[in-house]
């Protein structure tokens, strides 16, 4: 398979790769004051690490960085937790640790191109940092509510939580995550120029599978990294995105080739075909 067929200049991404992310992005939120205890919790996170440490660790990272423009949430937070930790079945995967991957997977897309469709509706990093952080905290909390498609639940779930403390002083601003959250598991066309956030959490949350295995059951094929191109400067912007499957993970080749080809048709039908005014490719390649 030609990786470069679409002429982009990809670069390969890998989960230290989106941590330092998140640490670089905090620094420059804070003005360069961070702890190094704060870095060395995040860098032992990995995805196939979703102990209950880790989940800890991250639930404490989210608190701080909530902080940082005095946007404080930790009720809702603390919600997220208390969800995942009554709520959660035998059959149901992770959503703190897969809602940190996601989150740090936007951090990473705006500042490597994305900004340019945030942009389109304002210019602020600081609103930013609020949007996104509720989007992709709580995009899955509508799973409390048992609904096979959980975004409308979930953004109810926020709304009614948000406006009990701020009397619907925050909407403007808000609203692009409740329409985000509310939207992304949904089958509808989105266009990426007039609902940005919806995009990008959708991107995210389709390509951020590694480390969420339901327990009990068979380990699935995992990514082992993420190689990534992207063209925003020109009349059609593109994104193409290519899987990594190491082979390594069974002996069935046949298997392995058959997962790899359903997961393309997949991310066709979740991204290729969905999303409108940018093009985004997903290939998936065992190696």
């Given at each position: 398979m030609n990786?470069?067929?679409?002429?982009?200049?990809?670069?390969?991404?890998?989960?230290?790769?989106l941590i330092q992310t998140v640490i670089e992005v905090k620094k420059e939120r804070e003005k360069g004051i961070s702890t190094q205890a704060d870095s060395e919790k995040l860098i032992k996170?990995?995805?196939?690490?979703?102990?209950?440490?880790?989940?800890?660790?991250?639930?404490?990272?989210?608190?701080?960085?909530?902080?940082?423009?005095?946007?404080?949430?930790?009720?809702?937070?603390?919600?997220?937790?208390t969800f995942e930790l009554q709520y959660i079945k035998s059959t149901h995967r992770d959503h703190i640790c897969h809602s940190f991957w996601v989150w740090s997977l936007g951090l990473w897309f705006y500042r490597n191109g994305f900004k340019r469709f945030i942009d389109d509706i304002h210019h602020r990093e600081d609103l930013?940092?609020?949007?996104?952080?509720?989007?992709?905290?709580?995009?899955?909390?509508?799973?409390?509510e048992k609904h096979k498609f959980h975004g409308g639940a979930g953004a109810q779930f926020l709304l009614r939580n948000l406006n009990?403390?701020?009397?619907?002083a925050?909407?403007?601003?808000?609203?692009?995550?409740?329409?985000?959250i509310c939207l992304h598991d949904k089958k509808d066309p989105v266009d990426a120029k007039r609902d940005p956030y919806l995009a990008l959490l959708i991107l995210c949350d389709e390509i951020q599978e590694w480390g969420r295995n339901i327990p009990g059951h068979e380990k699935r094929f995992e990514i082992d990294k993420i190689k990534i191109g992207m063209k925003f400067h020109e009349q059609?912007?593109?994104?193409?995105?290519?899987?990594?499957?190491?082979?390594?993970?069974?002996?069935?080749?046949?298997?392995?080739?058959?997962?790899?080809?359903?997961?393309?048709?997949?991310?066709?039908?979740?991204?290729?075909?969905?999303?409108?005014?940018?093009?985004?490719?997903?290939?998936?390649?065992?190696?």
């Open positions: 990786e470069n067929n679409t002429g982009i200049e990809k670069e390969i991404i890998v989960s230290s790769d996170i990995s995805p196939e690490n979703c102990s209950e440490e880790a989940k800890n660790d991250i639930i404490d990272f989210m608190l701080k960085f909530g902080k940082v423009y005095r946007k404080d949430f930790p009720i809702e937070i603390e919600q997220l937790r930013f940092d609020f949007i996104w952080y509720l989007t992709a905290f709580y995009h899955d909390i509508g799973y409390v009990t403390r701020f009397s619907g925050w909407t403007t601003d808000a609203i692009h995550a409740i329409v985000a059609n912007p593109l994104i193409e995105i290519i899987l990594f499957y190491p082979r390594k993970q069974t002996e069935d080749v046949k298997k392995m080739n058959d997962f790899v080809k359903e997961k393309e048709q997949k991310y066709r039908e979740t991204l290729t075909d969905r999303i409108k005014n940018f093009s985004i490719v997903v290939k998936c390649v065992s190696f």
